[in-house]
């Protein structure tokens, strides 16, 4: 019998180009998705801690849960820690019970290497220390999921990715995009860290080994594309890849500190200026896994979209 497939956040960035992966294997996908845009797409409760979901959850052997109220620089809730908690701890948790009382096998989670930290370099065995509301609502997610599969006897798999890039890449990586192509200058010249990034097509190809591999289950990866790059670097990759000459002033950081913090932009700042880099090694050995794109390609592949986004407008 086929293997039926349970993807949440089906339309979104990272379940798009997963479904349209899956679509090429021999799964039955299952599309979730909160409003119906196309005929394959499957409707479904939001993510709540109310949600009934036994009548998409029926006979599906794997969920790869993807849906969450995602990260924003800029959070509007009243409350921001009791809104990310509302869908991404007790909305998850919900699912995720209602997923092994229908005898769901295995449940991949989404999580993010915000629950290591803001800043530093991290490994599988690095203590989570959420420094953010979206960070401490998926750590308090990975928790109770621990705690349901250790009950229940579902496989449970968390995958912590860093920032994700590719075609159809939305916020603060399309806006660099736009301004590297517009031949802004940019004072990041002298940026001297170590960020991680996983291209878009990296991650679905390790969500994809994570359905079936008996030796991943009830583990933590921290996941990303194998090589670590500098903002500066970034941006002159990114240009390469646009075809365009970076235009980098090499502004000291302490300067590019000091003017975030007085123009109120210095989360924004510390996030172009910090390290954030993350050792992947445990799920490659694990999985016997290398990253099947280099990130010359995936930002060759991201560019390119964005080539085609913008002469479309």
């Known amino acids: 019998m086929m293997e039926k497939i349970l993807v949440t956040g089906a339309n979104g960035f990272v379940g798009g180009a997963l479904c349209k992966h899956l679509d090429k ?3 039955d996908v299952i599309r979730a998705v909160r409003s119906i845009t196309s005929p394959n797409e499957t409707e479904f409760d939001g993510i709540d801690p109310d949600g009934k979901y036994d009548a998409v959850l029926t006979e599906v052997d794997v969920v790869i849960h993807l849906a969450a109220r995602v990260h924003v620089m800029q959070d ?10 509302e869908v991404n701890t007790y909305g ?19 999580s993010s290497v915000k629950v290591n930290g803001e800043s530093g370099t991290f490994s599988d065995e690095s203590a989570p220390q959420p420094k953010d509301p979206y960070g401490v609502s998926k750590w308090e997610a990975e928790e109770g999921l621990k705690k349901i599969c250790s009950e229940t006897g579902m496989e449970v798999v968390i995958l912590r990715p ?22 802004i200058p940019l004072p990041l010249g002298a940026i001297d860290n170590r960020r991680s990034l ?11 080994r994570c359905l079936d591999h008996p030796a991943v289950a009830g583990k933590t990866y921290l996941v990303s594309d194998g090589e670590d790059v500098s903002t500066t670097l ?6 390469k890849a646009l075809g365009r000459s970076p235009r980098l002033l090499p502004i000291p950081s ?14 924004q700042m510390d996030r172009l200026l910090d390290s954030l880099a993350v050792d992947a090694g445990s799920i490659c050995k694990d999985l016997d896994w290398k990253p099947p794109f280099t990130m010359d390609e995936g930002l060759k592949a991201a560019t390119e979209w964005y080539r085609k986004l913008r002469s479309d407008r």
Not at 76 to 85: E, I, K, M, W, Y
């Open 92 to 110: 998850t948790l919900n699912l995720a019970r209602q997923a092994a009382e229908c005898g769901v096998r295995r449940f991949i989670f989404l």
């Open 25 to 27: 294997t021999d799964k």
């Open 76 to 85: 509007t809730a009243a409350n921001p820690l009791d809104a990310f908690r």
């Open 198 to 208: 996983i291209y878009i097509g990296n991650l679905v190809d390790v969500i994809t």
């Open 162 to 183: 860093p920032l994700v890039y590719g075609s159809g890449v939305t916020a603060n990586f399309l806006q660099l995009m736009r301004a590297v192509d517009r031949g």
């Open 254 to 267: 302490s300067a590019l500190r000091l003017a975030g913090r007085l123009l109120g932009k210095g989360q």
């Open 234 to 239: 970034l941006i002159r990759k990114l240009a």
